[in-house]
């Protein structure tokens, strides 16, 4: 008769081999010194090269371009507000009324700035 909590043997098979000290181990040698299993070991290559990663950041990327097209636009708005007060001043050479398109170039150093801070965030 066996253990209690243990199953019985059956009278035609043989009994499994207890090699590790727990009944339960189902006879597996111990493993070899020092490892259990050797690292690297058993494992073949992966079959394909690992995928590629991106070149940059792409929000990175995007916050660049949205700064300079602000810079740009500002750039243009401080250049029109020149040209028209030159160009107004010009035509009133003798004597007339003349605008300084002062407006432009103010927003157009206030987009310049917004620009740059884009550029600093997206970093």
């Known amino acids: 008769m066996g253990q209690p909590g243990y199953p019985q043997q059956q009278p035609n098979v043989p009994p499994v081999p207890q090699q590790g000290g727990y009944p339960q ?6 493993p070899p010194q020092g490892a259990y299993p050797p690292p690297g070991l058993g494992y073949p290559p992966p079959a394909y090269p690992p995928a590629p990663q991106p070149a940059g ?3 990175r990327a995007a916050a660049n371009k949205s700064g300079l097209i602000q810079i740009g636009v500002g750039a243009a708005m401080i250049l029109g507000g ?6 107004t001043y010009a035509l009133a050479a003798n004597g007339g009324v003349y605008f300084v398109a002062w407006g432009l170039p103010v927003f157009g150093v206030i987009s310049i700035i917004r620009g740059i801070i884009t550029m600093i965030r997206g970093r």
Do not use: D, F, K, L
């Open 82 to 87: 020149i040209v028209i007060s030159v160009v």
């Open 57 to 59: 950041n792409p929000q």
């Open 25 to 30: 181990q189902g006879g597996y040698p111990p």
